[in-house]
């Protein structure tokens, strides 16, 4: 069955950098949006990057307004696997990290019930 497993979060002080990581199995890998999405405290899970293999010729990627320019999402085909590059982390950063992956539309999908597997989530912590 599918199942898609993050890591790499922990404990950053402000300005750091982390790499979320995200290996997928159980599904045909390049035929599916892979994003994150964070969830904070009594919020909503919220968009984060997203990227498409389209076309089997480039990828098409979509960020959040608040992560452009500091985030970067990227996917290896052969490893099955999505990262999350994070730079220049700031406190409000703070977050459970989620992995996701979504059937081919002829949209990016940004909203979580246009989702069809998830992970466990990741903790990021940015400290002040």
């Known amino acids: 069955q599918v199942q898609l497993v993050e890591s790499g979060g922990g404990l950053i002080q402000t300005g750091g950098s982390l790499r979320l990581s995200c290996a997928a199995s159980g599904l045909s890998f390049s035929s599916y949006t892979m994003a994150w999405f964070l969830q904070a405290p009594g919020k909503e899970r919220e968009f984060v990057a997203a990227i498409t293999w389209s076309a089997g010729r480039t990828y098409y990627v979509d960020y959040a307004d608040s992560v452009k320019g500091r985030f970067t999402i990227s996917r290896d085909n052969a490893k099955n696997t999505v990262y999350l590059r994070m730079n220049s982390l700031k406190p409000e950063d703070k977050a459970v990290y989620y992995c996701?992956?979504?059937?081919?539309?002829?949209?990016?999908?940004?909203?979580?019930?246009?989702?069809?597997?998830w992970g466990q989530g990741t903790q990021v912590t940015v400290s002040s």
């Open positions: 996701a992956a979504a059937r081919l539309r002829s949209r990016t999908p940004t909203l979580s019930y246009e989702y069809d597997y």
